[in-house]
């Protein structure tokens, strides 16, 4: 059996170490499996951790997160003549912009059988009305197009348009083996987080979901009550230097420390005194398993399947 996955982009998020955790468990089944994404000149982890797992990547040279008529109808050629070339007999598609592109391209080239995962849902983003209710409509063009689509929580399922369909809709929970941490001091050390700091961390995509602009914020509550409070942040994205300028402007470069990008950053993760999650919108957060696992207690806003 042939298996093709496609995702938008190939940093590494949520939904990517959900591609990754899938095809490398179907790969040991014996499957034909292989991936095609989008993929961004030096931000490629996916792809890198797919090749040493010896996953097949076909390369989706016009396939970007940002709407782009033009560039997204040359995507949708491209997923086209993929599907021809590969002939999968199963087509599991992960994220909203590939979801609809890949469901039509899917149908139009004669896929037996199309999923999509719904790892979130992008029309509850912190958008204008106008361009939530046209995401609210592509969302659940994906659906009609899709033979099914999983949801990774209650809430997504909730959510997401099912008129005429609800059938289509499953939920299907992220799961993951349990992960091997640091110890608490050796964490600490490697983050250079000095034995009296109270720590509150996070490990997220920079992106602007996550809703780190709040968490910098909420810092100016807590400069004379709690001086000793120290914020970790591990991640990259697109906020990196929005974020960075922030903390300097309100000179908080002892307050706030940024570790960037991070290979397995959950095995920092018992370094943390409260974790903490201020998205705006989810799905079923990976991170909050594994700092749940981490016996971390846990601050996150009730949002998709945080709850």
């Not at 995507?75 to 599907?83: G, K, T």
């Not at 083996?177 to 490990?203: H, M, N, W």
């Amino acid at each position: 059996m042939k298996v093709l996955h496609i995702i938008t982009k190939s940093n590494w998020g949520g939904a990517q170490r959900h591609v990754f955790d899938v095809v490398s468990h179907l790969k040991n089944q014996s499957l034909d499996v292989s991936v095609a994404c989008g993929v961004e000149a030096g931000r490629a982890p996916l792809v890198s951790r797919l090749h040493s797992a010896g996953v097949e990547v076909h390369e989706i040279h016009s396939l970007g997160r940002d709407i782009s008529l033009f560039r997204d109808f040359r995507a949708l050629l491209e997923i086209y003549r993929s599907l021809k070339k590969i002939k999968p007999d199963v087509l599991h598609l992960h994220s909203s912009k590939v979801g609809l592109l890949g469901a039509i391209a899917g149908r139009t080239a004669g896929v037996p059988k199309i999923i999509f995962t719904a790892h979130g849902t992008p029309f509850n983003e912190d958008r204008n009305p106008i361009s939530k209710f046209l995401l609210y409509i592509l969302s659940y063009l994906t659906v009609l197009f899709s033979h099914t689509t999983i949801c990774v929580s209650k809430k997504v399922l909730h959510d997401y348009p099912k008129l005429f369909c609800p059938d289509r809709l499953v939920v299907v929970h992220n799961g993951m083996d349990e992960p091997v941490y640091l110890s608490k001091s050796d964490a600490r050390t490697e983050l250079a987080i000095a034995a009296q700091t109270f720590c509150v961390g996070t490990i997220a995509e920079l992106h602007p979901n996550k809703g780190l602009m709040t968490l910098l914020e909420s810092l100016a509550y807590l400069e004379k009550s709690a001086a000793n409070v120290q914020i970790h942040i591990i991640g990259g994205g697109q906020q990196e230097a929005m974020l960075k300028k922030y903390i300097e402007r309100k000179s908080l470069t002892q307050r706030v420390i940024m570790h960037g990008f991070m290979p397995d950053a959950y095995r920092y993760l018992p370094a943390f005194d409260i974790f903490i999650l201020p998205s705006i919108n989810e799905g079923l957060p990976y991170v909050l398993l594994e700092a749940a696992l981490a016996k971390v207690p846990i601050v996150a806003t009730n949002v998709g399947g945080v709850s």
